[in-house]
């Protein structure tokens, strides 16, 4: 009854259009990504240079610094995103008058451009006419400027990014824990397990997947990330993440062989860390009941 | 378990409390843009003033004019409208064969829709460059510059997203359903049209809505793949900061202008953004 | 058609990776670890030893990964 060759019809026209306008571009980046390109050098062709690029990628210190940078603002970012979606969720859980009214605030800056978003924290954040600098250095006798400081570029980028995305952790939860069976947490507590106990070994097993997909989605787009930041601090030091170092070596540089092999390392690194994201939500470790 | 009535007051102070300063937080930086949209340049600098002084609607009435905007605008609403209806309805079919066919290696197939969402756009902006340049013509007309190519385009990060959403959704239909509607004699479409659509609606509404936000908020494609006839409304935004040699109070009536629609959309649509975002966590 | 779905319960569950693999799997596995050492290779070996070596390696150990994951 159920045809094989239906299902790949049905699938066709997604595949069609992801392999023009995915996987078309992918492998002429791989192409590229071992060749020298620049168009401004004084041959400006495509030069095979087999592993050259690779080799020179490895002891790139700012692509390296670049990684470690992404990696922290990733970490930071989506670990305090998770925590504050969870309470948040675990907020709207309880009913009270006017609930619907916060959520819908609350899920605002989801709506909000990224591009648009960086302009906001700018108006923030500029020296001059901004309220955060003033307010600090008024307040706290701070000096915050994230045009010199790097640290507090990179700070400034995480509260951004948590500003922006926490609304989308926070629905995805809320969704998962409305989705979780009263019986077991009734049970529990009548066997007389704290609320720790409740939470650690009924909510959040089963809460699993949902936070795992949740995590999952955030590091794909948080790794991305190019125009928030950019619009924020124009790319200054501290947040040189990836996708703004390759920016900046693709464009104003027009290195695009280098730019190209960078993008495949950092398509790369992300492909492994999601691919053992997503063999931990579909269950497959061995010994577990799948 | 019997709360006294003061316990009960005390938790709903707290609750208030907390939603409040989460309100307050979420809702400073949109109003900072607000009240830099409600001024003139020269009352833009010196001591920052949160309050609203006075309104100030000339940075706004600049920005409706501008017959740049309004084609902008324009052509924001058609491609991520086009877009979100495309990828709904590619979704869908493809979410049902993934669910309910037994393809080889479907949980692979699964996994690279998926990796087409992480691309670094940067580097992969020049083979798009090119295809939409040389490679996709027909005569004199390329995809350079037009909304069709645009629509496309976004289909290669929202696809996968759309999937995702919708996997868990049609997993959790029970398979008997479809069979029962096949026995009663529907065929593919009927299948889908009397059983999944309805059964998947709160997952399908999330879909379209999420993907014409991610459309309608997309950057660096819509800037480097466009140039005249087809720019969108958040290039138009990154335009002021260069070319007009940041003129923030415009800059900022146009972001607020950008939010309203988007905004406008989640808030009709709210009750379906829960029901519909659960990824596969109702599967028993 | 039963049997068949058996067999192939079984052709995913042996090996000695921690878990459930198809071959795809077990090929996307190969070539994620052999990019891997030739990166770390460029980075730390090849003063001493030429890439080829790295080649070598990682076909090996494709090749396990492969037949017995």
């Not at chain 1, 970490?75 to 006017?98: C, D, H, K």
């Not at chain 1, 066997?191 to 939470?199: E, I, L, N």
Request: some cysteine; overall charge positive.
């Amino acid at each position: 009854m159920r045809n094989p060759r239906t299902g790949w019809l049905l699938l066709s026209p997604t595949l069609i259009i992801l392999l023009l306008f995915g996987f078309a571009p992918f492998l002429y980046v791989l192409f590229v990504g071992f060749n020298q390109w620049n168009v401004f050098s004084a041959d400006d062709g495509l030069v095979f240079n087999g592993l050259d690029n690779f080799r020179r990628l490895v002891f790139d210190d700012d692509f390296l610094h670049s990684v470690g940078l992404t990696a922290r603002f990733a970490i930071f970012a989506i670990g305090s995103e998770i925590v504050l979606g969870f309470v948040l969720a675990q907020m709207l859980t309880r009913n009270f008058p006017g609930k619907s009214l916060f959520r819908i605030i609350h899920t605002l800056p989801l709506m909000v451009a990224p591009i648009a978003v960086g302009a906001i924290w700018r108006l923030l954040v500029i020296p001059g006419f901004g309220p955060v600098p003033f307010f600090l250095d008024r307040w706290f006798d701070l000096k915050y400027q994230i045009g010199s400081y790097p640290d507090q570029a990179l700070w400034t980028s995480v509260i951004m990014d948590v500003w922006h995305w926490t609304p989308f952790v926070t629905l995805t939860m809320l969704a998962g824990l409305s989705a979780i069976p009263k019986e077991p947490v009734e049970q529990a507590k009548v066997d007389g397990a704290s609320r720790f106990q409740v939470f650690w070994y009924v909510t959040l097993p089963f809460l699993r997947p949902v936070l795992l997909t949740t995590v999952f989605i955030r590091i794909m787009d948080a790794i991305r990330t190019v125009d928030e930041v950019w619009m924020l601090a124009g790319g200054g030091p501290g947040t040189r993440f990836t996708g703004i170092y390759i920016w900046r070596v693709v464009f104003p540089r027009t290195d695009y062989g280098y730019g190209s092999s960078i993008s495949l390392i950092t398509l790369y690194l992300t492909i492994v860390l999601c691919w053992l994201l997503f063999i931990a939500i579909s269950g497959r470790r061995k010994g577990e009941v799948a | 378990m019997t709360i006294s009535l003061r316990q009960r007051a005390w938790r709903l102070f707290v609750t208030y409390g907390f939603w409040i300063f989460t309100t307050i937080v979420t809702l400073l930086p949109i109003w900072w843009m607000f009240v830099v949209s409600m001024r003139s340049r020269v009352e833009l600098f010196g001591r920052p003033n949160l309050s609203l002084s006075r309104f100030f609607v000339e940075n706004y009435a600049n920005v409706l004019t501008d017959s740049a905007f309004q084609r902008y605008m324009t052509n924001s609403v058609v491609v991520s409208t086009s877009n979100a209806l495309l990828v709904m309805a590619l979704a869908l079919l493809a979410t049902y064969a993934l669910s309910r066919y037994k393809l080889t290696g479907r949980d692979n197939i699964f996994f690279w829709l998926i990796t087409n969402r992480m691309a670094p756009p940067a580097a992969f902006l020049l083979p798009l460059y090119i295809m939409f340049t040389r490679t996709f013509r027909l005569g004199d007309w390329t995809l350079y510059d037009t909304q069709i190519g645009l629509i496309l385009l976004y289909c290669v990060f929202n696809l996968p997203f759309a999937i995702w959403l919708l996997k868990g959704v049609i997993d959790g239909i029970p398979i008997e359903l479809d069979d029962a509607a096949m026995i009663d004699g529907a065929g593919l479409w009927g299948v889908l049209r009397h059983v999944i659509i309805p059964l998947a609606a709160p997952g399908l509404a999330v879909t379209g809505i999420l993907s014409w936000v991610f459309a309608w908020n997309e950057y660096l494609f819509a800037a480097n793949l466009t140039s005249v006839q087809a720019r969108t409304i958040t290039t138009g935004l990154a335009e002021f900061v260069t070319v007009t040699g940041t003129n923030w109070g415009e800059l900022a009536a146009m972001s607020m202008l950008t939010l309203i629609p988007s905004a406008i959309i989640v808030i009709l649509a709210q009750r379906y953004i829960v029901m519909g975002l659960t990824f596969g966590a109702v599967k028993e | 058609m039963q049997e068949r779905q058996e067999q192939q319960e079984k052709k995913e569950i042996g090996g000695f990776l921690p878990f459930y693999t198809n071959a795809f799997d077990r090929v996307f596995i190969s070539v994620v670890i052999l990019i891997g050492i030739h990166l770390l290779w460029l980075r730390f070996m090849e003063a001493a030893l030429p890439i080829e070596v790295a080649t070598v390696i990682s076909l090996v150990i494709g090749y396990f990964v492969v037949r017995r994951g």
